[in-house]
């Protein structure tokens, strides 16, 4: 399992929606606090990277932790015991991009 998240911190805001400027590490210690135990419990380990300074995007609150709480549990579902999946946050640009990176055993 590889896959990249990426949001675009120049996205102008559509008029009707409520976004707001959020630090994408916020939602991804939440993230850290809410399933890296669960991850745990299943045998799987949750390294997550983020960087030092704010990565801001534009949108709505509680997309973000609802989209990352989602590849967590596809995640917690296809990933074997003694893996661990890596989440690494860094901007690119005016990109804020999420690496997910599985690393273990190949399934047989």
Do not use: C
Not at 38 to 52: K, T, W
Not at 65 to 84: C, M, N, Y
Request: charged residues 20%; without cysteine; negative net charge.
């Amino acid at each position: 399992m590889h896959s990249s998240t990426f949001i675009h911190t120049a996205t102008p805001l559509a008029l009707g929606t409520a976004r707001e400027r959020i630090d994408v590490r916020q939602a991804l210690r939440a993230l850290s606090g809410t399933h890296a135990p669960r991850l745990a419990h299943l045998g799987i380990g949750f390294d997550l990277r983020l960087p030092e300074h704010p990565l801001d995007v534009h949108a709505v609150p509680d997309d973000l932790p609802r989209l990352f709480a989602h590849i967590a549990d596809v995640a917690a579902g296809v990933l074997r015991p003694d893996s661990t999946l890596h989440v690494l946050a860094r901007a690119e640009g005016q990109h804020a991009v999420i690496n997910w990176r599985d690393a273990g055993e190949a399934p047989p």
